[in-house]
């Protein structure tokens, strides 16, 4: 029964992992949360600032353990301590240009890190896991929209991408070996936006890299221009088309994940989680302008070196199986990133927002 289960959730304090908590805190589970800090926020006492916004919104409470998955001791330690049913893996790097500069690092953290997990959970005998996976796998589309069956691993233009591939190919390898193994791994087109509240949302430690950080760092007046990488793709507008998705809708999709595993065996499934829906930059900057009543200036320059031209999911799957489906829009993506960002100027570094923290 899904509302006895107990979650354990890596990379729970970053953008994805603190918003999907949110929605498995709502939908009944526990969740026992680790991570290491590397790309998020830790409070002078060691917890995570975001993880007390959650417990704030849900008022409920999160177990958390700072801990890196490459001490597999200390995750022994934290699966020796709670009976653990199921586990949602986002812990990784994800920072593409970082990626190239330092593959060594990115095959390390992100594989080892993996291969920890997966161990530590066999000992323990817990079989069921999500996993953060990526629209990156699918390389250059030969066809849109994209599907699951699409080919993965061939032109994968980075390192953190191929992380991913590698990640998923393990897993698959380890479901056919062991059927106890029951495995989902989603892959992600681009979230964006935050939770409603405007407690939570993106605040990486690491340099923003994304679109909509960069865009609303304009609007705030923390960068004078945007940079737009490329205005001579085929698009009817020449920049860059992707598939953005309410971080909220991603985590409901987690959400009807862990469901669907609880219920049925899956052995190992892929599913996209997407809209369907294809937006262009400029497209992004202007309804992010239009809802919120900020002016954005941009310059448009060449293409960023590893970039797809277009890229947006069919996520018919994941409705047919895990009966889920994306609700938000583009304008409520806008909207609810812009009231994350007014409210905490500096993230969860800012000093005062509308929120009392204790630990500030
Ligand atoms: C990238 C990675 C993807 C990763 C994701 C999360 C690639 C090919 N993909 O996605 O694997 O999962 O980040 O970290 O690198 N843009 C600008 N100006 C900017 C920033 C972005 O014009 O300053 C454009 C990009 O060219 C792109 C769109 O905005 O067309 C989205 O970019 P971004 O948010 O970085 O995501 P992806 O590149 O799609």
Same mark, same amino acid.
């Given at each position: 029964?899904?509302?006895?289960?107990?979650?354990?959730?890596?990379?729970?304090?970053?953008?994805?992992?603190?918003?999907?908590?949110?929605?498995?805190?709502?939908?009944?589970?526990? *969740?026992?949360?680790?991570?290491? @800090?590397?790309?998020?926020?830790?409070?002078?006492?060691?917890?995570?600032?975001?993880?007390?916004?959650?417990?704030?919104?849900?008022?409920?409470?999160?177990?958390?353990?700072?801990?890196?998955?490459?001490?597999?001791? /200390?995750?022994?330690?934290? @699966? /020796?301590?709670?009976?653990?049913?199921?586990?949602?893996? @986002?812990?990784?790097?994800?920072?593409?240009?970082?990626?190239?500069?330092?593959?060594?690092?990115?095959?390390?953290?992100?594989?080892?890190?993996?291969?920890?997990?997966?161990?530590?959970?066999?000992?323990?005998?817990?079989?069921?896991?999500?996993?953060?996976?990526?629209?990156?796998?699918?390389?250059?589309?030969?066809?849109?929209?994209?599907?699951?069956?699409?080919?993965?691993?061939?032109?994968?233009?980075?390192?953190?991408?191929?992380?991913?591939?590698?990640?998923?190919?393990?897993?698959?390898? $380890?479901?056919? /070996?062991?059927?106890?193994?029951?495995?989902?791994?989603?892959?992600?087109?681009?979230?964006?936006?935050?939770?409603?509240?405007?407690?939570?949302?993106?605040?990486?430690?690491?340099? @923003?890299?994304?679109?909509?950080?960069?865009?609303?760092?304009?609007? $705030?007046?923390?960068?004078?221009?945007?940079?737009?990488?490329?205005?001579?793709?085929?698009?009817?507008?020449?920049?860059?088309?992707?598939?953005?998705?309410?971080?909220?809708?991603?985590?409901?999709?987690?959400? +009807?994940?862990?469901?669907?595993?609880?219920?049925?065996?899956?052995?190992?499934?892929?599913?996209?989680?997407?809209?369907?829906?294809? *937006?262009? *930059?400029?497209?992004?900057?202007?309804?992010?302008?239009?809802?919120?009543?900020? +002016?954005?200036?941009?310059?448009?320059?060449?293409?960023?070196?590893?970039?797809?031209?277009?890229?947006?999911?069919?996520?018919?799957?994941?409705?047919?199986?895990?009966?889920?489906?994306?609700?938000?829009?583009?304008?409520?993506?806008?909207?609810?990133?812009?009231?994350?960002?007014?409210?905490?100027?500096?993230?969860?570094?800012?000093?005062?927002?509308?929120?009392?923290?204790?630990?500030?």
């Amino acid at each position: 029964m899904s509302h006895l289960s107990t979650v354990f959730v890596t990379g729970g304090a970053g953008y994805i992992g603190s918003h999907c908590i949110v929605e498995l805190l709502s939908a009944g589970y526990e *969740v026992v949360v680790v991570d290491n @800090f590397v790309n998020s926020v830790n409070g002078p006492d060691g917890e995570s600032v975001a993880l007390k916004r959650v417990e704030a919104i849900t008022g409920k409470t999160v177990t958390f353990y700072e801990c890196d998955l490459l001490d597999k001791t /200390a995750l022994e330690n934290i @699966f /020796a301590k709670h009976k653990i049913d199921c586990v949602i893996h @986002f812990a990784a790097i994800k920072s593409v240009g970082e990626s190239m500069e330092y593959p060594l690092l990115y095959y390390k953290n992100n594989l080892i890190g993996m291969l920890n997990l997966l161990e530590i959970m066999e000992q323990f005998g817990c079989f069921q896991l999500v996993f953060s996976s990526s629209c990156t796998v699918y390389g250059e589309p030969n066809f849109l929209p994209i599907t699951e069956t699409h080919s993965v691993g061939h032109n994968i233009t980075n390192v953190y991408g191929k992380t991913k591939y590698f990640i998923e190919e393990m897993l698959e390898d $380890i479901t056919h /070996a062991n059927k106890k193994w029951n495995i989902i791994a989603l892959r992600y087109f681009n979230p964006l936006g935050a939770h409603p509240s405007g407690l939570i949302g993106e605040d990486p430690i690491k340099p @923003f890299a994304n679109i909509m950080p960069l865009i609303s760092q304009v609007a $705030i007046g923390h960068l004078p221009i945007l940079t737009i990488f490329g205005g001579d793709y085929s698009t009817p507008d020449g920049t860059g088309i992707r598939d953005y998705i309410h971080v909220m809708d991603l985590a409901s999709g987690h959400v +009807a994940a862990l469901n669907m595993l609880q219920k049925s065996h899956q052995n190992y499934k892929v599913y996209n989680l997407g809209t369907g829906q294809g *937006v262009s *930059v400029l497209q992004l900057v202007k309804t992010f302008e239009r809802v919120t009543g900020t +002016a954005i200036p941009y310059k448009i320059v060449e293409r960023r070196e590893g970039d797809i031209s277009v890229m947006y999911a069919n996520a018919e799957l994941a409705e047919r199986e895990l009966e889920w489906k994306s609700k938000h829009s583009l304008e409520e993506m806008c909207v609810d990133f812009w009231r994350w960002q007014t409210m905490n100027p500096d993230g969860y570094r800012t000093k005062s927002t509308k929120m009392t923290n204790g630990h500030r």
